[in-house]
């Protein structure tokens, strides 16, 4: 079985800011790891993944995340964000036939 | 365009109703699954589907039904025994299971009367 933890619940952060979003994962097994973004009452959209390879996956909106199999994490960055990020972002992970995501972290851009 | 449509986006229901939730998508995509959002949390899976007539319970599935006669199709009954079915429902699909990118429907929010 995999788990997935989101160790923030809620980030705020101003307009033009460095954000980090942490996402550590536990699983027996090799492991496919996604980021997804979530605006206000609408489904998920993919902003990333990993599946082999580079470390370093860059996905959209400028956003990118850094594989560490040691640390068992895949953290989400973006080194200036925008109001128009504002939204919950959700890391998960895909091991077997199941995909299981964390908790979610609300990321809240200030002016 | 292609994409998963779910419907109705809002849905009222009385208590002790079943009621169904739509879920089509134009993907050719063998993988099916239904999600439940509860504010502040993040998804749980209901139930999913690798194939038509086939499909398997996710982690919360008591309360829930499904079926799968069409590829493009996957409808979620919220029947009666759902002790607490006030949620946000959200569908997904995938070419298959594991490593492929699922793909969202807009999510159908359900508020029990």
């Known amino acids: 079985a995999q788990s997935v933890t989101q160790l923030d619940s809620q980030v705020p952060v101003f307009e033009e800011a460095p954000v980090e979003l942490r996402c550590n994962y536990s699983?027996?097994?090799?492991?496919?790891l996604f980021w997804y973004v979530q605006y206000p009452n609408q489904g998920l959209q993919l902003l990333l993944k990993?599946?082999?390879?580079?470390?370093l996956v860059k996905g959209i909106n400028g956003f990118e995340a850094e594989f560490n199999k040691s640390q068992t994490s895949f953290h989400l960055r973006k080194p200036s964000v925008h109001i128009s990020d504002t939204a919950e972002y959700f890391c998960?992970?895909?091991?077997?036939?199941?995909?299981?995501f964390g908790g979610g972290t609300r990321l809240m851009v200030k002016p | 365009d292609g994409g998963i449509t779910q419907s109705p986006k809002y849905l009222f229901r009385k208590e002790g109703q079943n009621v169904t939730l739509s879920c089509e998508q134009n993907?050719?995509?063998?993988?099916m699954y239904w999600y439940r959002q509860d504010p502040g949390q993040g998804l749980r899976l209901i139930y999913y589907?690798?194939?038509?007539?086939?499909?398997q319970k996710g982690d919360i599935a008591e309360g829930y039904s499904v079926s799968r006669e069409k590829k493009e199709s996957f409808p979620l009954t919220v029947t009666s025994a759902q002790k607490n079915p006030t949620a946000f429902y959200l569908c997904?699909?995938?070419?298959?299971?594991?490593?492929?990118?699922?793909?969202f429907g807009p999510g159908t929010r359900l508020t029990v009367l």
């Open positions: 699983s027996s097994v090799s492991v496919y």
């Open positions: 990993y599946l082999s390879g580079s470390t």
């Open positions: 998960a992970v895909n091991a077997g036939n199941m995909l299981t």
């Open positions: 589907s690798q194939i038509v007539n086939d499909f």
């Open positions: 993907l050719n995509h063998d993988a």
């Open positions: 997904a699909s995938s070419l298959r299971t594991e490593g492929d990118t699922q793909y």
